[in-house]
C-alpha cells in the first residue's frame, strides 16, 4: 500500500478509537468539564473521519488506492 493511502487508512483507524474513548469517557464523567472535553473529542474525531473519507474516495476516484 502506497504510504499516503496507508496514512489515511491509519487516520480511519485513529477516529474509531477517538470516538470510542469519548463514548467510553462521557459515560465514566463526573462533571460537566470532562462531558465538554469528551464532546470535543468526538466532534473532532468525526470531522477529522469526514475528511479522511472524502480523501479516500479521491483516491479510489483517481485509481490511486491500492
Given at each position: 500500500m502506497k504510504a499516503c493511502?496507508?496514512?489515511i487508512k491509519k487516520t480511519l483507524t485513529l477516529v474509531e478509537k477517538m470516538i470510542a474513548l469519548a463514548d467510553l469517557?462521557?459515560?465514566d464523567r463526573e462533571d460537566t468539564g470532562c462531558g465538554v472535553l469528551y464532546g470535543i473529542l468526538r466532534d473532532s474525531a468525526y470531522r477529522i473521519k469526514?475528511?479522511?473519507e472524502s480523501?479516500?474516495?479521491t483516491h479510489e476516484d483517481k485509481g490511486k488506492w491500492d
Amino acid at each position: 500500500m502506497k504510504a499516503c493511502n496507508n496514512n489515511i487508512k491509519k487516520t480511519l483507524t485513529l477516529v474509531e478509537k477517538m470516538i470510542a474513548l469519548a463514548d467510553l469517557g462521557d459515560k465514566d464523567r463526573e462533571d460537566t468539564g470532562c462531558g465538554v472535553l469528551y464532546g470535543i473529542l468526538r466532534d473532532s474525531a468525526y470531522r477529522i473521519k469526514k475528511i479522511a473519507e472524502s480523501e479516500k474516495k479521491t483516491h479510489e476516484d483517481k485509481g490511486k488506492w491500492d
